[in-house]
């Protein structure tokens, strides 16, 4: 089944412990993105990556960091968690940003306190 | 930078009746597309519309594009209580590098 999966679906942690989500796609999709989602804000873009070692900043990039080592997972690391980074997470792939749609993780909440 | 914006933020109508929501952007656009999100989920793919296309259907939706005015709107027809959802524009930038959406229309389609 084509599929994006992150890990974890809900995660609280303190301030300053790093942490990382994963996200694994099965589709061979070259582009990949991380989005967060907070109320009144909608989706905004945290990085992307539009193939393997090709990463790029979205809208919100600061405090976070990304990697794309293989084509199929693409994780998100917060280095030193702080509470203005609880959010809802999704990320997300595509085989072409051209022509094809966007499939979406089922999200993945994180609460830092 | 954000590219969609969504009007309105929120619409409540009656099941039966249609529903439009509208999507502007403000930089030039490979392809548009809207998706739906149930509560908390993640977002599922309803349509996408090319820039040198004007109207595209499927299903119950209809999609127009207006790229001269930098605009697209979604009709649902004969809604359904099963439709209530947030809805999201997301643009295709011109060179295709990037997917960008807006804040969503939260649609409540009542019994």
């Known amino acids: 089944e084509a599929q994006v999966t992150q890990n974890p679906r809900y995660l609280i942690t303190v301030t300053g412990k790093k942490l990382t989500v994963t996200c694994s796609q099965n589709m061979n999709h070259e582009y990949m993105s991380w989005y967060r989602q907070d109320p009144g804000l909608g989706l905004r873009q945290i990085y992307y990556s539009m193939n393997v070692e090709v990463t790029d900043k979205g809208d919100v990039p600061e405090g976070y960091k990304v990697s794309r080592k293989e084509k199929r997972n693409f994780p998100l690391i917060l280095e030193s968690p702080s509470p203005n980074q609880t959010s809802l997470y999704f990320c997300?792939?595509?085989?072409?940003?051209?022509?094809?749609?966007?499939?979406f993780g089922e999200g993945s909440r994180l609460t830092v306190l | 930078s954000q590219q969609g914006e969504e009007d309105p933020q929120a619409l409540s109508i009656q099941e039966g009746e249609n529903a439009t929501m509208n999507c502007s952007y403000k930089t030039s656009i490979n392809n548009l597309q809207w998706y739906r999100q149930n509560s908390g989920r993640g977002l599922v793919h309803l349509i996408l519309?090319?820039?040198?296309?004007r109207e595209k259907h499927s299903g119950r939706l209809r999609v127009t594009l207006d790229t001269s005015k930098k605009s697209s709107s979604l009709l649902i027809t004969a809604s359904r209580a099963a439709d209530t959802a947030s809805y999201f524009c997301?643009?295709?930038?011109?060179?295709?590098?990037?997917?960008?959406f807006g804040p969503g229309t939260r649609l409540s389609v009542l019994p």
């Open positions: 519309i090319r820039s040198n296309e």
């Open positions: 997301a643009t295709s930038s011109d060179y295709g590098q990037n997917f960008v």
């Open positions: 997300a792939s595509t085989l072409s940003t051209y022509t094809g749609e966007l499939f």
